[in-house]
């Protein structure tokens, strides 16, 4: 048992010190993109880039995505998510003749080195590609974050 007289509003939140009411507020950094165009995977098991977030380089970051994958051909393909030295989720699936397939990427990742993005590959054929557009929306491989620290 005891007594609460005051509450303080603790690192990463808004709101200061209440003794009556109050409320605390956190206010997250996000970032998110998209692809403005289809993106070929032209060169046979070499990742190519799909959507990248700027988020900068300080905090820890949650980020989230996914890619549309398109081939004419029955085909596997990779992908990471990753800032460009650090690997922090990764995925396959694969596509039948004319098919598509949604990759979902997702993870944390303290002080990113560059830009967080998805690369994917094409494990034998160079046909395959990333599309940005295949439901109308101009949503379908996408990437978002937001800094949790």
């Known amino acids: 048992s005891g ?8 690192t990463g939140l808004s709101g200061g010190t209440f003794t009556v009411s109050g409320t605390c507020a956190v206010s997250l950094t996000t970032a998110t993109n ?3 165009a289809d993106v070929n995977m032209g060169t046979i098991n070499t990742y190519a880039d799909g959507p990248s977030m700027a988020q900068g380089t300080s905090g820890t970051w949650f980020a989230s995505g996914q890619v549309t994958i398109t081939n004419s051909a029955a085909e596997e393909h990779d992908c990471k998510l990753w800032d460009g030295t650090t690997v922090f989720d990764s995925a396959g699936g694969n596509v039948t ?7 979902s990427l997702s993870g944390t990742l303290a002080t990113p080195a560059a ?8 494990v034998s054929t160079s046909t395959g590609k990333m599309e940005f557009n295949r439901t109308g929306n101009s949503k379908d491989s ?8």
């Open 3 to 10: 007594t609460v007289t005051s509450v303080t509003c603790g």
């Open 34 to 36: 998209s692809l403005g």
């Open 97 to 103: 003749a004319g098919g598509r397939v949604v990759i």
């Open 115 to 122: 830009n967080i993005r998805i690369t994917c590959k094409g």
């Open 142 to 149: 996408t990437i978002s974050g937001f800094r949790i620290q």
